[in-house]
């Protein structure tokens, strides 16, 4: 490509399919559908406050969450894009109770791959106006090909993944994804409605000065998390760290890639488990950052070797640059 002007997301997908190792285009389109769906969801969120898309549809999803009509707006969205291009064949939502089966109406070609969506993360956001995305996760089915999908395509770790990522739609919105080959990031050009690469190879740096979490949530964390938040506030060295929590995984996430920074949800000890979702926030989340040189971890486990056994099951997770989390480990280990 010889202008200067930055490469499109189409551009890039196109002129890196064959470095995916099971390139034959469809994950191409896949990774198309979601940016389609993500510039729908992304008009309506810029709207938000304007047309009647702010609060809760006074419905709850299966975890009892209260769900927002943006939640419920974007989960129709990137259903109906994948469905209709005919592009997958099952998908899991945060906001469906149970996966989705969807055969192929041509016989002769039937899909393979699977997506796990949280359609809108950050829910608690929405009104505020503080900035929100979107998580993705894809794997290869594992049943036959031309049957119906079952429970077992969805239960595979998150080292099985073949491609993963966010939008986050924010002071800009972006897609940020990974199909093992390093993380690129692409920044929306509303005048355009096109996707440009804005972020190439995307890296946690090594170390950083901020810590994200919900110290309202302080006294119910382990022993261990408890000592490295006290850890990051001492004056000592290149502390104290500075506090950093939007309340929104992807976006505290994609801040500290990169300014450099930990993310932690823990689990609490009144609810027993963490909050966020194995398949469709902390697996996609891990893939990314791992193939940015970070690190993502759940109680003792690395994120993407937990064998998982529920859809939406729940698990601690603990994510970020590289000297950081391990510092945390150390802090964990000493109650082992
Ligand atoms: O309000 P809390 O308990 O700190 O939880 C915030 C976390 O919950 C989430 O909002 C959960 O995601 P959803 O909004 O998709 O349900 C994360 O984005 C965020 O990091
Ligand atoms: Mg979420
Ligand atoms: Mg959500």
């Known amino acids: 490509m010889t202008t200067n002007r930055k490469q499109t997301l189409g551009e890039f997908i196109i002129e890196n399919q064959n470095s995916f190792q099971y390139s034959s285009g469809e994950l191409s389109k896949l990774i198309n559908a979601i940016r389609l769906a993500a510039k729908v ?3 309506e969120v810029n709207k938000a406050g304007l047309v009647d898309i702010i609060g809760s549809v006074g419905d709850t999803n299966i975890q009892g969450e209260n769900q927002q009509k943006l939640d419920v707006f974007a989960n129709e969205k990137f259903i109906q894009t994948l469905t209709n291009r005919e592009i997958v064949c099952g998908i899991a939502s945060e906001e469906e109770d149970s996966f989705i089966s969807i055969n192929s109406s041509d ?11 949280d359609p809108l993360d950050g829910s608690s ?3 505020v106006n503080v900035s929100v995305g979107t998580i993705f996760s894809i794997y290869r089915r594992v049943t036959p090909v031309g049957t119906p999908v079952t429970i077992k395509d969805f239960l595979q770790p998150g080292n099985q993944q073949v491609a993963a990522g ?15 080959d390093g993380v690129n990031g692409f920044t929306l050009n509303p005048a355009l409605g096109t996707f440009y690469l804005s972020h190439p190879k995307m890296k946690f740096p090594e170390t950083g000065k901020i810590y994200s979490v919900n110290e309202g949530n302080y006294i119910h964390f382990h022993q261990g998390v408890k000592d490295y938040i006290k850890y990051c506030q001492m004056e000592e060295g290149d502390r104290p760290y500075t506090s950093r929590y939007i309340g929104s995984l992807v976006s505290d996430f994609h801040r500290n890639m990169i300014k450099g920074g930990i993310y932690m949800y823990p689990k ?3 609810t027993g488990s963490g909050k966020l979702r194995l398949l469709y926030e902390c697996n996609p989340m891990a893939f990314i950052a791992e193939q940015a040189n970070g690190i993502a971890f759940g109680g003792k486990t690395r994120i993407m070797d937990i064998q998982p056994t529920e ?3 729940r698990v601690p997770f603990f994510c970020g640059s590289k000297k950081m989390v391990e510092k945390l480990q150390e802090f964990l280990e000493r109650y082992q």
């Open 41 to 43: 969801v992304n008009h």
């Open 107 to 117: 016989e002769n070609h039937q899909n393979k791959y699977v997506v796990l969506i």
């Open 125 to 127: 956001n929405i009104d």
């Open 166 to 180: 966010y939008v986050v739609y924010g002071t800009s919105t972006m897609i940020v994804y990974t199909t093992g």
């Open 268 to 270: 609490s000890s009144v």
């Open 311 to 313: 859809l939406h099951q």
